[in-house]
């Protein structure tokens, strides 16, 4: 674990889009050099349906995917990785031996809105 990051500005904060998304397709990367899923997730009308490489699979299945609402930042450029293009980055915390535990809500919340 390292300490805090260098404290920014407000303005800072807003240049990073959080948004959050609908997993709508979850399928396996085996070409992937780590363990990993394709996803595509709906972030909306304005935002449209968009591709992540996520290195999940310790804590999740395809079928728990499925569905499920996921935050991203949806303002990175796009990133080739391997076969696949991953335009977002889905938002997660370590667990104790350093595996992804995706970023939830506890409500149903608006497909699309940004994180505030």
């Known amino acids: 674990m390292s300490g805090p990051a260098a404290q920014i500005g407000f303005d800072d904060f807003r240049k990073v889009d959080v948004r959050l998304g609908r997993v709508v397709e979850a ?9 990993a899923f394709k996803l595509k ?6 935002i449209g349906v968009k591709t992540s490489s996520a290195q999940i699979t310790r804590h999740y299945t395809i079928d728990q995917l499925q569905g499920r609402l996921v935050a991203a930042v949806v303002n990175f450029p ?8 991953s335009e977002v980055l889905t938002l997660g915390f370590p667990d104790a031996d350093g ?3 995706l970023v939830g809500v ?7 809105g940004r994180l505030f």
């Open 27 to 35: 399928a396996p990367f085996p070409e992937a050099r780590k363990p």
């Open 41 to 46: 997730i709906d972030f909306g009308p304005d």
């Open 78 to 85: 796009p990133r080739q990785i391997g076969p696949f293009m």
């Open 99 to 101: 595996e992804v535990v």
């Open 106 to 112: 506890d409500r149903d919340a608006v497909v699309g």
